[in-house]
């Protein structure tokens, strides 16, 4: 059974400061995706990342995944308030036939940043 | 559409009455699928259809738990003499069969049963 662990589950930061949230997985993935969801709203895509050292930034957001240490980061930078949000990874699961299509979930990181 | 479209975006009902939520996909994705997002369990896989069928039921919690996507298209996903463990919000994304760039979400349906 795949895995996906978040680490910190609740992240409280100043603005301006950096920050890492932490996403590993257990078994092989093909693909990680990192979402925003904002308080009563959907999840918006912000990430897909497919390939062993693939570095992705949009923003303040940087994502970067690690397919051999099964981790995945979401480094943040000099964050401002516009940013606080849940923040979920999720990673595919190989599926019989090549077919990848279950995302399972991490739990989320919520992140409040303060003025 | 333009996007993946659900109906109610909330619904309150009573324990033990049946309730049945709509997904709307875009148009030209193939795979469906429904999540369920609860406190304290996060989001939840419940079933992928690929067209019309589904590979894969392994998430839903019951048999009073049943999906079914008509047309390619439209799911609709009914819930059996509902408890109040079901309240969550419910959640449909669809994409192509093979797709590498992510899943669309919709914005969900927020289930209460009192």
């Known amino acids: 059974e795949l895995k996906v662990e978040q680490n910190p589950l609740f992240l409280s930061m100043q603005e301006g400061k950096n920050y890492t949230i932490y996403c590993n997985y257990s078994?092989?993935?093909?693909?990680l995706y990192w979402y925003r969801q904002d308080p009563g709203k959907s999840l918006e895509s912000l990430f897909v990342?497919?390939?062993?050292?693939a570095v992705k930034q949009e923003g303040r957001l940087m994502a970067s995944l690690d397919t051999k240490a099964r981790l995945s980061t979401l480094h943040i930078t000099a964050a401002v308030h516009d940013l606080s949000a849940t923040y979920f990874c999720?990673?595919?699961?190989?599926?019989?036939?090549?077919?990848?299509?279950?995302?399972?979930f991490g739990k989320g990181t919520l992140l409040t940043v303060n003025p | 559409g333009a996007g993946v479209s659900q109906s109610p975006s909330n619904k309150v009902t009573e324990k033990g009455k049946d309730v049945e939520l709509r997904c709307d996909p875009i148009?030209?994705?193939?795979?469906l699928y429904w999540y369920r997002q609860s406190l304290g369990q996060g989001l939840e896989f419940l079933i992928y259809?690929?067209?019309?069928?589904?590979?894969?039921k392994s998430g839903l919690p019951s048999d009073r738990f049943s999906a079914e996507r008509t047309g390619g298209s439209v799911s609709t996903l009914t819930i059996q003499r509902t408890q109040q463990e079901d309240s969550a919000v419910y959640l449909c994304?669809?994409?192509?069969?093979?797709?590498?760039?992510?899943?669309?979400f919709g914005s969900g349906t927020r289930l209460t049963v009192v």
């Open positions: 994304a669809s994409s192509f069969q093979r797709d590498t760039y992510g899943y669309t």
């Open positions: 078994t092989t993935s093909d693909r």
């Open positions: 990342l497919l390939s062993n050292g």
């Open positions: 999720a990673v595919v699961r190989r599926g019989s036939g090549g077919s990848n299509y279950k995302l399972t």
């Open positions: 148009s030209g994705h193939t795979a």
């Open positions: 259809f690929q067209g019309n069928s589904a590979p894969d």
